[in-house]
């Protein structure tokens, strides 16, 4: 790995050196003020208002709402399920993304571009179109009927794994293509055999990437929504969907907060472990660019290559993930053939209602779909700018115990969007933006607040998906490009910003798809003038009739394609960006 820097013909005057001290000062400041500026005025204030409704009464606090909830069988009943799902999808997700993140990010083959972006396809559909895709399977009559599995709890943990196998694969791959291999083949020389080197080298190394994908997705599926709703009914609830079920039905805010607070306390417990999980296990490693650690992918041992070079490992990591791969395309087939079936047949009616508005929606799927795009691409774009931000402070290790600490929590804090209800969010941000602060406006009726709330739940994919990069980046690259007398700036940009290049890629596809996916929140905020695609699904699913089941899973086809060719894009854009001389 190797960086060129300039040498100074002549050391900086002793002004510059105060100019260049004042302004990694200001720079340094900004990254930690914006980003919790952000956080505050537009998570942790609109949380806040929403709890505190529950929770005072009268003007005073009233705190008897947690004996009351706390008394009811059926709180310790959600309580149990959501971590029972969390944690068996959690499991299975990691077990089998590790091996596909190593097929697709260590080793190339014909269409490997395409097989990445269908993989991420599940993590953008909305969780009620992933429901109704999956239940379509386990009915009686799909074509997994067979397995009696609807309406089960396999069946919920089945689609939360089918949801979150990108965040793994993904999340992992983006280091692993990275990693040095040849400390796995010094291994290998010294007598390790091909699963040794593995376990003692390579895994070791990608555990902080591995902590950090378990962590998100154990945070998306205790928090799931639409997906357990459809496939769980109220047999299998979440805190999540309880949350929901309180503030629209019973209209009883005390309830909601007191379940918001048990998922804070949830998602706080999950990032304390991952947080100890990675701190045990980081530092700093050799990176070198993809086109020098990726090799092809051989499912057949070449002649005169004796047993046990790896490729027993290849072939069944390669098996595993084609399976998987298999899984996850069966729902996204099903979807679309249902798409294309109508009263009379075979047909592309329901593609063509696409473009006409409907009498109670207001604007046509197409129309909505533009709004889309455009929230997606102004969230995408605050969520990079914060993200970056965060993770470039968090990547750093102070020297002093304070420090540290502080570095710690920040990063923990960023993560809490990710484990806060959509429901409590979005009806936080109804209450808090009518005349904030005291300010004589109302932003509730804003287009600004819907890719602002779909920015906070991006923010933490972001900070996860470079963080792992950018710790692995040798602290000793950035001494001795100071010690040549590099400005602060100049370090930055000429180590840290070339290896998180890539980093950036995989977080925009990453930020994008989750933006257009986006439901909870903006189903709150969206006008009903300029609501996304992912509303407009959801709305059309609820009308009866066959020709509204129709258009909707017609939409969301349109859905899955632009996330497919967005990721496509990202992927190739990534390829384009060696991310400097490395």
Excluded: K
């Excluded at 994908?213 to 309880?242: K, N, Q």
Aim: charge should be positive; glycine fraction near 10%.
């Amino acid at each position: 790995m190797t960086t060129t820097l300039a040498r100074p013909d002549a050391p900086a005057a002793p002004g510059g050196r105060a100019r260049a001290s004042a302004g990694t000062v200001a720079f340094w400041t900004a990254a930690v003020v914006v980003p919790l500026l952000f956080l505050g005025l537009f998570f942790a204030w609109p949380v806040v208002v929403m709890v505190a409704r529950g929770f005072v009464v009268d003007g005073a606090l009233d705190l008897s709402g947690f004996a009351d909830v706390f008394s009811r069988p059926r709180t310790w009943r959600i309580v149990g399920l959501t971590l029972a799902q969390a944690s068996v999808a959690t499991i299975v997700s990691v077990l089998l993304g590790v091996p596909g993140a190593f097929v697709l990010y260590r080793r190339t083959f014909r269409g490997r571009a395409a097989v990445r972006a269908l993989v991420t396809v599940p993590f953008v559909l909305p969780t009620v179109v992933v429901g109704v895709a999956f239940r379509s399977l386990l009915v009686d009559g799909g074509p997994l009927g067979f397995l009696r599995l609807d309406g089960t709890f396999a069946a919920v943990v089945a689609a939360l794994v089918f949801f979150n196998y990108a965040v793994v694969v993904r999340a992992v791959g983006g280091l692993w293509e990275r990693l040095d291999p040849r400390a796995e083949q010094a291994a290998r020389a010294l007598g390790a055999s091909p699963w040794r080197a593995f376990r003692t080298v390579t895994l070791p190394a990608l555990t902080p990437a591995v902590a950090s994908a378990a962590s998100l997705v154990f945070l998306f599926s205790a928090t799931a929504f639409g997906t357990v709703l459809v496939l769980g009914g109220l047999r299998f609830g979440t805190i999540e969907t309880e949350i929901w079920i309180q503030t629209t039905q019973f209209l009883d805010l005390r309830a909601a907060a007191v379940l918001s607070v048990v998922q804070l306390v949830v998602v706080a417990g999950a990032l304390l472990v991952a947080g100890r999980t990675r701190a045990r296990r980081e530092r700093a490693l050799d990176l070198g660019a993809p086109t020098a650690t990726v090799r092809a992918l051989t499912l057949r041992r070449p002649p005169g290559v004796p047993r046990g070079d790896g490729h027993a490992l290849d072939l069944a990591a390669a098996a595993l993930t084609g399976v998987v791969v298999v899984l996850l395309a069966l729902p996204l087939v099903n979807l679309v053939l249902r798409s294309l079936r109508t009263a009379d047949g075979w047909g592309v009616d329901h593609y063509v209602a696409l473009a006409a508005p409907a009498d109670t929606l207001g604007v046509s799927p197409l129309h909505a779909a533009v709004t889309s795009l455009r929230v997606a691409l102004d969230a995408t774009t605050i969520a990079l700018v914060v993200g970056g931000l965060v993770a470039l402070v968090v990547s750093r290790r102070p020297r002093r115990a304070v420090g540290r600490r502080a570095v710690a929590g920040l990063d923990a804090v960023f993560m809490l969007p990710l484990g806060v209800s959509a429901v409590t969010v979005g009806f936080g941000f109804l209450l808090s933006m009518h005349q904030p602060f005291g300010l004589d406006v109302d932003l509730r009726t804003s287009p600004v607040l819907v890719p602002i709330a779909q920015a906070v739940v991006a923010v933490p994919l972001v900070v996860r998906t470079v963080l792992p990069v950018l710790r692995a980046i040798d602290p000793r690259l950035r001494e001795a490009a100071a010690t040549l007398g590099a400005a602060p700036g100049r370090v930055l940009a000429s180590v840290d910003l070339p290896v998180a290049a890539r980093a950036l890629g995989l977080a925009v596809g990453f930020a994008f798809a989750a933006s257009l996916g986006e439901f909870g929140a903006t189903s709150f905020l969206a006008r009903p003038d300029r609501p996304t695609l992912p509303v407009v699904i959801f709305r059309l699913i609820g009308r009866p009739g066959a020709d509204s089941y129709g258009t909707a899973l017609a939409a969301s086809v349109v859905l899955a394609v632009l996330t497919a060719g967005i990721v496509a894009a990202c992927e190739r854009l990534r390829a384009g960006n060696p991310g400097g001389d490395w």
